[in-house]
């Protein structure tokens, strides 16, 4: 096997296996972030459920969303509040079926003088995860943080990949870390 006629397979294989996300936020610059002292997660997102994409978007996967929202609120010192929270905190997954088509040609090295070309498709999932943090006094979102990338991972590892998820999302929240809330 020509090198020529396995390097798209290698490059599009190479981006299944990838668990890099691409990283987006926004945030509203008149809100004071360190004036929140409490937060509550969106208790209806854990229960909606894609069920095309049974894999990918369960209610056990929403719930470490939720586990690992509820950590890096936490590490910027919000405490949980069911009662009266500063701050609303909600998310959404996105699920999307995407393809990929790709040539492999075997033969010589000038593609004008291959003898045999195929073309395969490659099916894969896309999905988008969605935080949104929201001041509950003015019912207006002040953060919002999404993670982009193609879904390939295991059961075993989706636990895991969630926490760096939603890790890397909150990387880009305006309070790194609060370890003394203001009175």
Known sequence: MTLLRILPVIGFMALLSCNTATIESEYDPQADFSSYQTYTVCMDDLDTVDGEHPLYDSPENREYVSNAIAMAMDERGYAWSEASPDLHVGFQIMLEDRE??????????????????????YHYVEGTLVISVSDLATNQVIWQGSANGILNTPDAKMKKLIDKTVQQIFEQYPIQDRTVLAP
Do not use: H, M
């Open 100 to 121: 990929v088509t790709v040539t492999q040609c075997s033969g010589y090295a000038n593609k004008e003088y291959w003898p045999e070309c195929t073309l395969n498709t």
